[in-house]
């Protein structure tokens, strides 16, 4: 995997720089092959720093020139400056694995089953209830 770690500075609004680059940038380094994953950090102070990771070099260097083409056409007002460019071989990464979306999953699922066995139960104790109180005799409708 490769990743490319793009530094802006003089950034002039950050939540406005978010938005295009939510709105309009990322469906586009989506579409790059070997798309792994981008981020977009405001670090303060007019800095803003991207991360891309991809699967191989080529397409961490299409995502180079698509950013810079995407900045160009885009966000000059409010990235003025070139950015910093660091780019090169992952040797570490981790992401989550689907684990905790499951046991998010399971956890509601656990609380649906939950509610289902203690509603089947109440239902339960009324039929007692009205056979009790019947004789037992609607049961043979």
């Known amino acids: 995997m490769y990743a490319t770690v793009r530094r802006y500075e003089g950034v002039v609004d950050p939540s406005e720089a978010a938005r295009h680059i939510n709105e309009g940038f990322l469906p586009i ?3 790059v092959p070997g798309f792994v994953s981008y981020s977009f950090v405001d670090a303060g102070d ?9 699967e ?3 397409g961490a260097q299409e ?4 950013a810079a083409e995407y900045v160009r056409q885009n966000m000059t007002s409010i990235l003025p400056n070139p950015p910093q460019i660091t780019a090169g071989e992952v040797v570490a990464f981790e992401a989550p694995s689907s684990g905790p979306v499951s046991g998010v999953t ?3 699922g656990g609380a649906t089953s939950s509610v289902t066995d203690t509603v089947g139960g109440a239902t339960d104790s009324v039929r007692g209830v009205t056979d009790n109180l019947l004789g037992g005799q609607e049961k043979q409708r």
């Not at 995502?63 to 698509?66: A, D, G, V």
């Open 46 to 54: 007019g800095v803003m720093i991207s991360t891309s990771v991809f």
């Open 106 to 108: 399971d956890t509601v």
């Open 56 to 58: 191989d070099q080529s």
């Open 29 to 31: 380094i989506r579409e």
């Open 63 to 66: 995502s180079t020139n698509r």
